[in-house]
């Protein structure tokens, strides 16, 4: 079993940046492709951002090219999305996931772990 606990969410003004992070706890987190996904109210969870195993190939979902940057540390367990100007249609909670594939992306359907989320408001 693999835990995923997010942090770093909060209120910022459009064109801020923020950094959340993604710490797992239970068994490592170096053999699953790690994700981002987001939902807003009312919405259904969307794909955000995804890297590989190694880091050595990432993914991003159109509205995020250009703008977030996905990493992670497997020594350390952690996964972190950088946000750079953001928008207020970023607003969302926004949750890091596993998922036990070799491509970096996956459903919401296929992740086979969950983080509980981190709110993230970008007001105008």
């Known amino acids: 079993q693999v835990q995923l606990v997010e942090s770093g969410g909060g209120l910022v003004q459009a064109g801020d940046s923020l950094r959340l992070s993604c710490v797992a706890s239970?068994?490592?987190?170096?053999?699953?492709?790690m994700g981002w996904f987001r939902q807003a109210p009312g919405k259904e969870r969307e794909f955000v951002a995804g890297i590989t195993q190694t880091g050595s190939r990432t993914n991003y979902a159109d509205s995020a090219k250009g703008r977030f940057t996905i990493s992670r540390d497997n020594a350390g367990n952690m996964v972190y999305l950088q946000m750079n100007s953001l928008k207020p249609e970023d607003t969302a909670e926004y949750y890091c996931?596993?998922?036990?594939?070799?491509?970096?992306?996956?459903?919401?359907?296929?992740?086979?772990?969950w983080g509980q989320g981190t709110q993230v408001t970008v007001s105008s």
């Open positions: 239970g068994r490592g987190i170096s053999n699953y492709v």
């Open positions: 996931a596993g998922a036990n594939t070799r491509i970096p992306f996956f459903t919401p359907a296929s992740a086979d772990y």
